[in-house]
């Protein structure tokens, strides 16, 4: 059973939510276009702010039901596993997905919005991780108002994740997650870092796209 909601949360997280939605409103394959990501941000540049937007919601609401709709049946199911570490490999499956899509080859996105609703579900059911939660979304904001890069924003935030876990003295096993997200997120931008270094990666509001 466990096996099965593992698989399923992979699944789930493997929808390529802008892809579809690029293909139904503009019929345009987005792998081509911008970063050729199938992020939010790539859709917000490239479809439209809406469409971002809904891609954004969508992509978190991956990570937010494989926590808590498939963790709650699943420890309905089998109430003598351990829920955080139940909760904590459903989500990680969800981000894997996202991040290595069965979908389209194994190519996928960046992994932040399903990485962030899979924390939104885990400080639902595990309270200490709410505030942390808040603290790094409150470094993503603030990195993308001073330099105007959702991919930095990103990657800081990343890594102020395991450290708000050290500062906050919290258990080994959700330390150990907060590093393999952040490995995951930092990792899956390896190309935005490379532009960032070379002074070519474009701001939140550039919608300059190549084909």
Not at 12 to 19: D, E, F, R
Not at 177 to 193: A, E, Q
């Amino acid at each position: 059973m466990l096996i099965l909601a593992i698989i399923l949360s992979y699944l789930l997280g493997s929808i390529p939510v802008g892809y579809i939605l690029a293909r139904l409103l503009k019929d345009i394959d987005i792998r081509r276009y911008g970063s050729g990501n199938f992020g939010a941000t790539n859709v917000f540049r490239a479809v439209s702010p809406v469409a971002g937007v809904v891609v954004l919601v969508l992509d978190m609401l991956k990570g937010v039901i494989a926590v808590i709709v498939i963790g709650d049946f699943l420890l309905h199911s089998l109430p003598q596993l351990d829920q955080v570490l139940v909760r904590l490999s459903l989500g990680l499956a969800a981000v894997c997905g996202h991040n290595w899509t069965v979908f389209l080859k194994f190519k996928g996105g960046k992994g932040v919005a399903t990485t962030a609703g899979a924390l939104l579900g885990l400080s639902f059911k595990i309270p200490q991780l709410g505030l942390i939660a808040v603290f790094c979304l409150g470094v993503w904001v603030l990195v993308v108002l001073i330099t105007g890069f959702i991919s930095l924003a990103s990657i800081v935030a990343s890594l102020a994740l395991p450290l708000f876990m050290l500062v906050f003295n919290q258990p080994f096993r959700l330390l150990i997650f907060g590093v393999v997200l952040c490995l995951f997120v930092v990792y899956r931008h390896k190309t935005n870092i490379r532009r960032l270094l070379r002074g070519e990666e474009k701001k939140v509001f550039d919608k300059t796209l190549t084909i």
